[in-house]
């Protein structure tokens, strides 16, 4: 991978705090937490992924992460509780692109003991922040699983739109998916 022209931002302290949580960059320290989070079926039903069977799994996940924030084309946070440093979900950047562009593709999930407590109500703002001022990203792009209306809800209450559907845009678990692209602009 190549460095994007905003690799360097990417480096340093990228620590987040809200009133709850703090959001540190993924790392192989949160294996145990995710590993146990996205082997949850419930958790990973709109996502791309099987539930995790073993941990080499979510570390091949943090692998990833920590190689697109290298590369300076991602960036994802581990979230943790402020209180207790419980892990509670991960949230970031998957893509962000550099070139004909400048835009970022955000994504996030939560533990499900967590569902419907807006724990990403209370993220999702200091992430776009980042995005938009540190990174100085012009938009911001979500894709959602035609089915996950919480996601969908989520994101129009922070100011997405819907863009459109893309019809069997997604495949994974032996199937076609269709999508729904939401985006804001900074």
């Known amino acids: 991978m190549r460095a994007g022209p905003f ?3 990417l480096a340093g ?3 987040l705090q809200t009133a ?3 959001l540190t960059p993924l790392c192989m320290a949160d294996a145990p937490d995710f590993f146990s989070h996205l082997a949850d079926a419930a958790v990973v039903e709109f996502m791309d992924i099987e539930p995790l069977v ?3 799994q979510a570390e091949a996940i943090i692998s990833w992460a920590e190689d697109i924030r290298t590369a300076g084309v991602g960036l994802r946070w581990a979230v943790r509780d402020k209180t207790g440093g419980e892990f509670v979900g991960s949230c970031g950047f998957n893509t962000l692109v ?3 562009g400048c835009r970022g593709e955000v994504a996030y ?3 499900r003991r967590l569902w419907g407590d807006r724990v990403m109500d209370e993220v999702l703002p200091p992430v776009l922040a980042f995005g938009f001022g540190t990174l100085g990203l012009r938009r911001i792009e979500a894709m959602v699983t035609v089915g996950n209306a919480p996601s969908a809800r989520l994101l129009e209450r922070h100011g ?3 863009e459109g559907l893309l019809r069997e845009h997604a495949f994974w678990k032996d199937r076609f998916w269709d999508q729904l692209i939401f985006a804001r602009l900074g």
């Open 54 to 56: 073993d941990i080499g």
């Open 7 to 9: 690799a360097h931002t």
């Open 20 to 22: 709850r949580f703090t």
């Open 160 to 162: 997405f739109a819907r």
């Open 13 to 15: 302290d990228l620590r």
């Open 98 to 100: 550099w070139e004909r």
């Open 109 to 111: 999930d939560v533990v």
